[in-house]
Each structure stands twice: as C-alpha cells, then as structure tokens.
C-alpha cells in the first residue's frame, strides 16, 4: 500500500503543480486547428483560399548586373524549377499556402520577407539571404516581436524550415497569429533550406543580428 | 558478501545490489529531470514557451476527441506531465521513493512507447519534443528508434521498480526501508 500511496501523491502533486503553473500563465494557449498532413489527393480548393493552378513555365529572368554594392543577390527561379519537384498545395491547417521552390524564388526576387523558423545554429550556419531568424519560441520575445515589426504586412511572407513534414514553419506561424499579427498572405515554402541551398539561390551565413534583418 | 535472509527468506543481497542500482537510478533520474526541463523552462526566461509546443504535440498525436474539453485536457497535459517528470527525475536522483517512482515512471514510459508506436503505425510524421529541442540519440520524426529509447527507459524503470532504489539513497539515509535493494515489492511493504 505504500508504493500506492506514494504513487498517488506524486500524481496528485504533479497535477497540482501543473494546473498552477498553467493558471499563472500571463496568454492562454492556442492550440493549432489541425495539424494532420494534407495527402496530396486529398487536396481541394478551399473558401477564401486562391485555386490551386498547376505550376507554370517560368519566365527566365534578366540577368542582374552587380552594382558592386549591397544589393542582394537575384535568385535563379529556372534553377529552382529544376530542384523543384514538389507541387504547390495549400496547407489547410493554418489557413497559408505552401509553395514550391520556383515561386519562392520569384518572391526572393521581389524583395518579400523571409522567415527562417529553424534552430539558431541551423540559422547560423546557412539561411536564406536576408532571412530572419524567428523560431516559434521566439515570436513572444521582445526581440522577435522587434523584428516582426518590421514585416510589411501588404506583401507575402514566406516561411521556412528544414523542409518536407517539418513543423517548426507552422509553429511560428501559428504563435504569430496569436501574437497579433494579422498578415494576410503567409506563404510556407514546402522545400526547406538545404533544397534553396541545393538550387544555388542566395544563401549566407552567421549568427542572428549579422545582418538578418528583412 | 555474507549471506543474510532477509524477512522474505531470499538471500540479503542489500548492499552488493544496491551499488548496481545506483547508476540506472540516477540516471533515468536525469533523463526524466531532463526532459521535464525541456518542456517547461527551456530559454522560457526569454519569453519562450516550450509547453505550448509540447501541447500542440500531444494535439497532433490524435489520441484524442478535438475541440472543447479534449483541448483543455491537452493543454493541463502538457504542464501535467513534465511536472510529473520532474518530480520522478527527482525521486529517483535522490533515492526518494524510488520503487513508487519506478513503477509510475514505468507506465509513463509504456504510455509514451505505446503512442510512439500509434504514430509509426499510422506513418505520421511529427517531432517528439520529448527532450524540447534537444534530439539524441534519436533525431527527426517519431520513428522506431523513439520507441526503442522508450521501451530501454522503461526497463529501467521496470527495474527500480522491481528491486527498489538501492540503499545508496536518500531515502535509505532517512529510515524508509520500503525502496531498498533485495526488496520484492509490494508484499514487502508494510
């Protein structure tokens, strides 16, 4: 009967010390709506979302000429054409669409913000050029919040992890909403890092503040 | 080593037994403190919130009914457990109560190993956060090698347990003679 009643109380103290530390919590937690992967067959239009159209033939872009200063570089959207072989789909869970590597790059090119939700030494040792580092963890700081500030709400913002299932781009998404952030067009680039980096678009590296704002 | 009987009639093997159990103890203790940790207070003095996370994990696994009360529940689960883990690692880092820790240790672990499982099963790919960001020795999605690093914890927590924490322990130091080595569980217990 002892082993009972310790095993009880343990129970009963963890309970009461999660319940409490739940309860002084300063902003409730909002769970995501549904985190279940959207088959690929399964996918329909949705309300409120734009048709899903079948991917186009890029145009090949007027190749940039270096002014020698510090410009970003231009992304290649053929050469992510190529390394893309992964449809568009939208992500029904939170209410974004999921793009491939070609309209990503186009965006890159249009000078939209970038959003790198991987770790900080993922972040450091290559990102996306101009990307900013914004974990999920990071959204409720003062130094994120500092950050997203700084995101034009009138353009798409593209979000990206390590690629394929991964969860940390609908995390951040979703924290930012709950944050307030109310942008319209967040766009999750399905491809992660390493298939920008495979495709030769732009990439740098350094830890966060060496030039990681948008 | 002598050969005293204990109450039970088995050989006393107190001692001897219980300088095997130390390093198993201790060391599921860490783990469990480890991830209890992870889960809750990872960089939270930053602002972070590793808990909200680890609810949102628990909401993807689909072991339960979405919406209203089901939610509520994943979220009381996701300080609930932690908190639960953090108390065992200490239970058993310090010898205290280690056969209770054990054995709810045990059936945490089964709990895990048997969703993990579910998760395989149904070739779902989500992160475990069990150790928050941390990822040893298994790294990426919930795979077969998150079960198999469950069911080995759960085995040493099967282990305590079964023959208790050992006398290097607190709990030794302070009288209670319910956890020690040599001990076969409840039947020994008064």
Redesign the interface.
């Given at each position: 009967?002892?082993?009972?009643i310790?095993?009880l109380?343990?129970?009963g103290?963890?309970?009461l010390?999660?319940?409490g530390?739940?309860l002084t919590?300063s902003t409730a937690?909002v769970?995501?709506v549904?985190?279940?992967?959207v088959p690929a067959d399964a996918v329909t239009d949705l309300p409120g979302e734009p048709a899903l159209a079948q991917p186009e033939p890029l145009e090949p872009i007027e190749p940039v000429e270096d002014a020698g200063g510090d410009d970003p570089p231009a992304a290649d959207p053929t050469a992510a054409g190529e390394a893309n072989t992964e449809r568009a789909a939208p992500a029904r869970s939170t209410g974004v669409r999921k793009i491939g590597l070609a309209e990503a790059a186009t965006l890159f090119n249009e000078g939209v913000a970038f959003i790198d939700a991987r770790?900080e030494r993922e972040f450091a040792e290559g990102r996306i050029y101009g990307a900013f580092w914004m974990p999920?963890?990071?959204v409720?700081?003062?130094a994120?919040q500092n950050d997203l500030d700084f995101v034009d709400p009138s353009l798409p913002v593209v979000v990206y992890c390590t690629g394929?299932?991964?969860?940390a781009s609908e995390?951040t998404i979703?924290?930012i909403r709950a944050a307030g952030y109310d942008w319209p067009d967040i766009r999750i680039m399905q491809p992660g890092y390493d298939d920008w980096l495979a495709a030769g678009l732009p990439v740098e590296t350094g830890s966060p503040g060496e030039g990681d704002q948008p | 080593m002598s050969a005293r009987h204990g109450c039970g009639g088995e050989p006393d093997r107190g001692w001897g037994e219980s300088s095997l159990l130390v390093l198993p103890r201790i060391a599921l203790g860490g783990v469990l403190l480890l991830a209890g940790w992870m889960k809750?207070f990872h960089?939270a003095w930053?602002?972070?919130?590793?808990?909200?996370?680890f609810?949102?994990t628990i909401?993807?696994y689909?072991i339960l009914p979405?919406g209203g009360n089901a939610?509520a529940l994943?979220?009381?689960?996701?300080?609930?457990?932690?908190?639960?883990e953090?108390?065992?690692g200490l239970?058993l880092v310090l010898g205290v109560?280690s056969?209770?820790?054990g054995?709810?240790s045990a059936v945490m672990l089964a709990a895990f190993t048997i969703i993990n499982i579910s998760v395989v099963a149904r070739g779902?790919?989500?992160?475990c956060s069990c150790f928050g960001?941390i990822e040893w020795p298994c790294s990426g999605?919930i795979s077969w090698c998150h079960v198999g690093r469950n069911a080995a914890l759960m085995l040493v927590a099967g282990l305590i347990a079964w023959r208790g924490g050992g006398r290097v322990a607190l709990g030794w130091l302070l009288g209670d003679r319910?956890s020690g080595a040599g001990r076969q569980?409840?039947a020994d217990?008064?």
């Open positions: 009967m002892t082993t009972l310790r095993i109380a343990i129970v103290a963890a309970s010390l999660g319940a530390h739940l919590r937690i769970l995501r549904d985190m279940q992967p770790t999920a963890q990071r409720f700081t003062e994120g394929g299932e991964c969860d995390n979703a924290r | 809750l960089n930053n602002g972070a919130d590793p808990a909200w996370d609810a949102n909401k993807a689909d979405a939610d994943v979220v009381f689960a996701a300080y609930a457990v932690p908190w639960s953090l108390l065992l239970a109560w056969r209770a820790a054995w709810l779902m790919d989500l992160t960001e999605g319910s569980g409840w217990e008064e």
